[in-house]
């Protein structure tokens, strides 16, 4: 079971953390990623890292402005998002593989979901 949080509103340039909190003593075995859905738009990917975290990868539109990190030790996925921009309001998910890498950047890659948590950039 995955649980995400840490959303919430923030001015453009300004900086959020989301976690997404794992329960299962095998959480470090899985690939683990973010994905944001805005209203009416497809579900799309942002970052992912692998189960050690040694490899991590990023969208496009998001590279050097967010970082992906985890604590197995926690169970505990963070995406730090700085120069938050309005294009970047949307629902957040964490998402999880067993069999994936982190270049897998598809919805359907990715077994176990989150309940997403919701940012709103402001201009």
């Known amino acids: 079971q995955l649980q995400a949080s840490g959303g919430g509103l923030v001015q453009a340039g300004g900086s959020l953390r989301l976690s997404c909190a794992a329960s299962g003593r095998t959480f470090s075995m899985y690939t683990t990623a973010w994905f944001r859905q805005a209203p009416g738009k497809e579900r799309e990917f942002v970052s992912a890292i692998s189960s050690v975290g040694g490899r991590t990868y990023y969208a496009d539109s998001v590279k050097g402005r967010f970082t992906i990190s985890r604590d197995n030790a926690k169970n505990t996925v963070y995406l730090q998002m700085n120069s938050l921009k309005p294009e970047d309001t949307a629902v957040y998910y964490c998402?999880?593989?067993?069999?994936?890498?982190?270049?897998?950047?598809?919805?359907?890659?990715?077994?176990?979901w989150g309940q997403g948590t919701l940012v709103t950039v402001s201009s």
């Open positions: 998402a999880a593989s067993a069999t994936a890498g982190p270049s897998r950047t598809r919805v359907y890659e990715y077994d176990y």
